[in-house]
């Protein structure tokens, strides 16, 4: 039987850790499969390098020979663990079929307990292979100002392949650090605002699926995080409102939609609660979102306002064409009501 070694990782940059962790599975197989999570999301602190550019950089770290021997595989995050597993199980069984199959991987702290979760694959525990961390790259990255970005770079010398530093050197020139800065200091100062707080606080949101004539209502947001993204009518609960008050005020506050309370009430069709611990970069947000569907009527006129840059009414046909314009999970918030990604 042959026998095949995946890795799986977000690679947020690509740095010497994860480059021991990949050599370690070229010694276990002799193929690779790399399962390159967070593909498909749209750019922001947390996800600056679209995973084509992370599979640039993990190329440019390993010989032509390893390269022929490595295949690269985007991952969706679906926030919802037992059907990413299926995904990333379904993705190898396509390649490789019943090959015999050494998950090689690192418990970093609880994010990692998915790797106990693909049995009979054979685990290869390891311990951590090089003292950096991804989200340390990020944050210098982030906070340094432009001029500096040369010194931030050299300082990586001994955190991250010749490769990935060149890579990151040209990819800065590009119209997305400026942006990602913002949002990083945006971020940073809200969650210093929740630092005194006697326990981390957990947020409760509302979100809406409004559709109406083969369209989904969105908006696009207007201010930081996610400036500029689209993404459902939503926003915090207010103290004195119920969460389905709370769904029909921002509906109103960022749509300008105002439909009777009738009209609303029997054109509900369901609210499922969206509570993975990294679906908000803001801290631990939980969401209900509710789905309202108007049927086949003529779209109501919208107007952007509030959050919302602009709000409009989008095929949903186009919906997944759009996936990595969306804001934190809201993507996966319209497949879980509209089935827009393929089953399994």
Not at 66 to 80: A, G, H, K, S, T
Not at 84 to 107: I, P, S, Y
Not at 109 to 128: H, K, M, V
């Amino acid at each position: 039987m042959t026998s095949v070694a995946v890795v799986i990782g977000r690679f947020q940059p690509f740095h010497n850790g994860h480059l021991a962790l990949l050599s370690e599975a070229l010694a276990a197989a002799p193929r690779v499969i790399v399962m390159m999570g967070s593909a498909h999301q749209a750019r922001s602190p947390r996800h600056p390098f679209s995973w084509t550019e992370r599979a640039e950089m993990l190329n440019l770290a390993l010989t032509e020979a390893e390269r022929e021997r490595v295949e690269v595989v985007p991952l969706r995050d679906l926030y919802d663990e037992t059907r990413w597993v299926q995904a990333v199980r379904a993705a190898v069984e396509q390649r490789v079929g019943n090959a015999d199959v050494t998950l090689v991987g690192h418990f970093k702290d609880a994010t990692s307990d998915y790797l106990r979760r693909f049995s009979p694959w054979q685990l290869q525990s390891l311990p951590r292979q090089h003292r950096v961390d991804a989200t340390d790259l990020r944050a210098a990255l982030f906070e340094a100002e432009p001029d500096a970005l040369d010194g931030v770079l050299a300082s990586w010398v001994d955190q991250v392949p010749p490769g990935t530093r060149a890579f990151v050197q040209a990819w800065a020139h590009l119209p997305y650090l400026a942006a990602l800065r913002r949002e990083w200091t945006m971020l940073k100062a809200y969650r210093r605002a929740w630092a005194a707080a006697p326990y981390a606080p957990t947020f409760v949101t509302v979100d809406l699926v409004l559709q109406c004539a083969g369209h989904v209502l969105l908006i696009q947001r207007a201010r930081d995080p996610g400036q500029g993204l689209w993404a459902l009518p939503g926003g915090f609960v207010e103290p004195r409102d119920t969460l389905y008050q709370s769904a029909l005020r921002e509906l109103e506050e960022e749509t300008g939609l105002r439909l009777l309370p009738e009209t609303l009430a029997r054109a509900l069709r369901g609210v499922a609660v969206f509570d993975h611990p990294d679906r908000s970069q803001r801290g631990r947000t939980i969401s209900h979102t509710h789905h309202f569907d108007l049927g086949d009527r003529e779209l109501p006129e919208v107007q952007g306002a509030d959050d919302a840059a602009q709000a409009r009414w989008v095929p949903v046909a186009e919906l997944a064409a759009m996936e990595a314009q969306f804001f934190d999970d809201h993507f996966h918030m319209l497949d879980r009501f509209l089935g827009l990604l393929p089953a399994g």
